[in-house]
């Protein structure tokens, strides 16, 4: 049964920064994408970011490139968003997901076990 944790969330001020990780077991992490996503209050779940099982595709949504990272270590079974330059409107449930065992496309639909989710507030 593939099981994912997420870890790592908080407040913090606008300009900060904050790591989340996505702690998964149940499933060899190297054969999976692993994907980000987030959801506000009143707004549909949004994918953030993705990584394909063999980390050689990632892709982020328009609204964080340039401002969050994504990475794994399949060998702690982790894989980190890091989140810099964090702006309220990055506030939000933060969920990681397990994709398809090929490449890396931030479509819900894609994407089957779920974590239970990590808040991100960012605020003054």
């Known amino acids: 049964q593939s099981n994912l944790v997420e870890s790592g969330g908080g407040l913090v001020q606008p300009g900060g920064s904050l790591r989340l990780s996505c702690a998964v077991s149940?499933?060899?992490?190297?054969?999976?994408?692993i994907g980000w996503f987030r959801q506000a209050p009143g707004k549909e779940r949004e994918g953030v970011s993705c990584?394909?099982?063999?980390?050689?595709?990632?892709n982020y949504a328009e609204s964080v490139k340039g401002r969050f990272t994504i990475s794994r270590d399949n060998a702690k079974n982790t894989v980190y968003l890091q989140m810099n330059s964090l702006k309220p409107e990055d506030t939000a449930v933060y969920y990681c997901?397990?994709?398809?065992?090929?490449?890396?496309?931030?479509?819900?639909?894609?994407?089957?076990?779920w974590g239970q989710g990590t808040q991100v507030t960012v605020s003054s």
């Open positions: 997901a397990k994709g398809p065992p090929v490449g890396c496309t931030i479509v819900t639909d894609l994407f089957g076990s």
């Open positions: 149940g499933f060899t992490l190297d054969y999976y994408a």
């Open positions: 990584i394909s099982g063999s980390g050689g595709t990632i």
